[in-house]
């Protein structure tokens, strides 16, 4: 059976990915370094002989070949995601870590993946596309993004590790494949990672106030994780997905402040909303096209908000 590497196995989308390719009885090496992972996401997993973990920094390793034997997939998730400054967890506290994961890092997993002839998966974002001004964003939209404003060190850092995975594709004819992932919410995200959905459940299960951030009438499209994941082993192991650039998500546009009256109802809760600032350069809507990954994939989302909120707001009930 194959041998698979992920990058970022302990975080929220990694993990979910790591449990799903075990039961599809594929050997997984996870690889991470645990800055805004977490070994308790993993840690049934531990136990499984086909799973083996690598506490390690992709972006630092002097002798990173040297960890791996066979591989014949890589997924790189490694990367610190979430916006949110008041969260400990937040690229905006891990900007060099950021950087150099997406950078350093995406030339050592491209250096593995060509070293070892293994196929390769980047995991880009719908940041790469900015405040955007068209809608909803095709991959062909080149996106508008402030160089060097607060979300710059991921939203840049996702662009150059996109930049390096062509430049490996073109030059050394690696297999390779982006895929740029829109806001995606489950069980297992970080209860203090500071993404929305998590931060808006937490808060009506605790009776405190629901933080708005602004107006509330910025956009964004939520996945289901089981979704997203199917996506993703569909854009690593489908055949015809060399070279392609495709955006995973659900096209189903919502309001923020859509999103926290639906999380009060459903948790039946009297916590108030409130409104902060909205922090800079928060993109005011967002809305994936997703043509491509229908027709190259045979892939769209299954799950609906309401079921999928139901699934979170259960997870983080008994969590808590
Ligand atoms: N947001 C909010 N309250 C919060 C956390 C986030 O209103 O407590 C807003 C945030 O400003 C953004 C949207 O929700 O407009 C999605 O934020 P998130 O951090 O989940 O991800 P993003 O899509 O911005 O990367």
Redesign the pocket.
């Known amino acids: 059976m194959s041998n698979i590497v992920v990058a970022g196995g302990a975080g929220f989308i990694g993990s979910h990915l790591c449990k799903r390719l075990i039961e599809e009885k594929y050997t997984v090496i996870c690889v991470d370094n645990l800055i805004t992972g977490a070994e308790s996401n993993i840690s049934d997993l531990l136990k499984n002989p086909q799973f083996s973990f690598l506490n390690l920094d992709i972006s630092k390793e002097d002798d990173f070949l040297g960890h791996f034997q066979d591989v014949d997939y890589i997924f790189h998730l490694a990367s610190p995601a ?3 400054k008041k969260s400990e967890r937040s690229y905006i506290n891990y900007p060099i870590e950021t950087m150099l994961a997406n950078s350093a890092g995406t030339y050592n997993l491209l250096t593995l993946a060509k070293e070892k002839n293994a196929k390769f998966l980047f995991t880009s974002t719908s ?1 790469v596309y900015g405040n955007p001004a068209v809608s909803p964003q095709p991959e062909t939209y080149f996106g508008n993004v402030n160089p060097n404003g607060i979300r710059s060190v991921y939203d840049e850092a996702k662009r150059f590790g996109e930049a390096m995975t062509f430049g490996f594709h073109r030059k050394y004819g690696v297999d390779t494949r982006i895929v740029r992932i829109f ?1 995606t919410y489950g069980p297992f995200m970080q209860k203090d990672d ?4 998590s ?2 459940i937490n808060q009506a299960l605790e009776g405190s106030a629901l ?4 107006d ?1 009438s ?1 956009t ?1 499209s939520f996945c289901y994780i089981d979704d997203m994941v199917e996506a993703l082993m569909k854009a690593l192991f489908t055949q015809n997905t060399d070279g392609e650039v495709i955006n995973l998500g659900n096209p189903d546009e919502r309001t ?1 402040t859509e999103i926290a009256q639906m999380v009060k109802k459903m948790v039946s809760t009297d916590s108030e909303i409130v409104h902060e600032d ?2 800079q350069d ?2 005011l809507k ?1 809305k994936p096209d997703i043509t491509k990954a229908k027709n190259l994939l045979g892939w769209e989302p299954k799950i609906s908000l309401e079921e999928g909120l139901t699934k979170t707001i259960e997870y983080f009930r008994n969590a808590s």
């Open positions: 979430s916006p949110n940041e806001n500071g993404r929305v959905v931060t808006f933080t708005i951030f602004g509330g910025q964004r923020i909205l922090p928060d993109p967002r």
